[in-house]
């Protein structure tokens, strides 16, 4: 059953299956206020998935932006997202990091690592997203990507010694239920609900992530 986000009784945050990409990217900015553009998307050709950018090696096909200026595409609007979707209807779901959420990107093994040990400290998660190239994505206040050097190195570690890196002004991730190239689609490990609609901030989350990173190297 489909979780009801706080204070729209009628508008649901919709499951990874089911609801077309246009609705689902309506959701995210009606519902979460997240700006969201479209990338690129997948394409059909001898039986193979490829990228709409034409890269046959690309890294990331069906998921990253589709043009340069990406960040000024972003909309906060529902209308303009109705309409972006429209004309790309298979465009994958992009999200703008460092306006509404920072994300703090780590491996699987240690998200999950992490994400167990919070919800033993009963600490306020926010969404998380789980990639299918096997990384997880914390989101949490804006502003994390200039604190989390400083918090990982009072905490003992070089913050190049950990594989976490936090995601702000000038870059992006992936939405549910995008799908990246033949790997899979992008899913919720933390599904947005009424209860995570207030962001934690880095400091609340850093000491387990960090620990789970260490234990992951």
Known sequence: MEETIAGTESAQIPHQRGDSLRETAVRYVEERHWDVFPGTWLEAAGGVQLCSCGDLSCASPGAHPARREWAAQATGSTTVAWRLWSDRPAASILLPTGRTFDAIDVPESAGFLALARMRRMDLGLGPVTCTPDRRMQFFVLPG???????????????????????????????????????????????????????????????SPLAYACGRDR
């Open 144 to 206: 994390a990507a200039a604190k989390i050097p400083g918090l990982v190195r009072a905490l003992g570690w070089s913050p190049a010694s950990l594989d976490l890196t936090a995601l702000g002004e000038g870059a992006w991730v992936a939405a549910p239920p995008t799908r990246v190239g033949s790997r899979g689609a992008v899913q919720w490990a933390c599904r947005p609900t009424p209860a995570n609609r207030w962001l934690p901030d880095a400091e609340e989350l850093i």
